[in-house]
């Protein structure tokens, strides 16, 4: 997955919402994020070169006590684990640091939930970018999009019982989204069950302009699809479509928190390969051309 560095314009917003007392959201940018134990701000924004990016939402779960500190374990894992993930040179190494980081972070959940005698979990979402290749990985209802010359792409996949239902073929999406498990985790940081952490996971290619977007439920179940599409074809900084969405979800009447982060590919590294191979050429022609010179004088 190691390329040319690929440059994004990154934009994270989290919003406690009009129904919650306190916001157990997290985000993740490239070594930044919440810390709830500090004065922090729950907006980031940031034009960023590098050879690989690492993005990702957790949701701290609104019936678990200290999601919020589920949740910020879960980042404060990534960041741990931030150097493996930049050296992975491929899909597999990608994911088989990630299943790690994954495990340690339930390890850390647990461990803590054992300590404070109170349940906690979280959802994890997260995005590996590197070159014009990205990996995904989720557990539990957090969602990933892609937005790219061929429309919009779901990168990630709930996983809830309601979303098994509808893999078992026992019933519809439509009834999914009624259905009374539609936010009941199958598979979140937490867990007791450490075989229920396999990850969904996925890769793609990106381009200049496409649009990747991570966000809570918060989100995606006040908003359809339809809705998060028409935000993301906007040419308006990443900044505003962010807060443009948190405000849709909260016009909707999304009554939990709400995170998002977005990222625009403002170069996918080709423009800097021609770059470098024009350069090549022309100094391949310009030595061709004082050989000459020279050759000719001698004549």
């Given at each position: 997955m190691k390329g040319i560095p690929v440059t994004l314009e990154i934009a994270a917003v989290t919003d406690i919402g009009r129904r919650r007392s306190s916001n157990q959201d997290n985000f993740f940018v490239n070594g930044c994020?919440?810390?709830h134990y500090k004065v922090t701000a729950?907006?980031?924004?940031t034009v960023d070169s590098d050879e690989t990016h690492v993005?990702?939402?957790?949701?701290?779960?609104?019936?678990?006590?200290?999601?919020?500190?589920a949740a910020m374990t879960g980042v404060i894992t990534i960041a741990d684990f931030a150097q493996e993930l930049h050296r992975s040179g491929s899909y597999d190494e990608a994911s088989f640091n990630a299943r790690r980081l994954i495990r340690?972070?339930?390890?850390?959940i647990l461990k803590r939930s054992r300590m404070t005698g109170k349940q906690m979990g979280s959802t994890f979402a997260m995005l590996v970018v590197s070159a014009n290749y990205l990996y995904a990985c989720n557990l539990g209802d957090s969602e990933i999009f892609i937005k790219n010359r061929f429309g919009m792409e779901r990168l990630s996949k709930p996983q809830t019982f309601a979303q098994e239902l509808v893999d078992s073929g026992a019933i519809s999406?439509?009834?999914?989204?009624?259905?009374?498990v539609r936010n009941q985790l199958s598979k979140y940081l937490g867990m007791e069950n450490l075989k229920g952490l396999k990850p969904n996971e996925c890769t793609s290619e990106m381009h200049n302009g496409d649009i990747l977007l991570i966000c809570s439920d918060g989100i995606s179940d006040a908003l359809p699809s339809h809705s998060i599409y028409a935000s993301l074809t906007s040419s308006r900084p990443v900044k505003e479509i962010a807060d443009t969405l948190i405000e849709k979800a909260l016009r909707k009447g999304s009554g939990d928190n709400l995170t998002v982060v977005i990222a625009r590919v403002a170069d996918d590294g080709r423009e800097a390969k021609l770059r470098r191979a024009l350069a090549i050429a022309l100094g391949v022609t310009a030595g061709?051309?004082?050989i000459t010179a020279l050759f000719m004088g001698l004549l």
């Open positions: 994020y919440i810390d729950e907006r980031f924004e993005l990702a939402v957790c949701d701290g779960m609104g019936g678990q006590a200290d999601g919020d500190v340690e972070a339930n390890d850390r999406e439509k009834q999914a989204s009624r259905s009374y061709v051309v004082i």
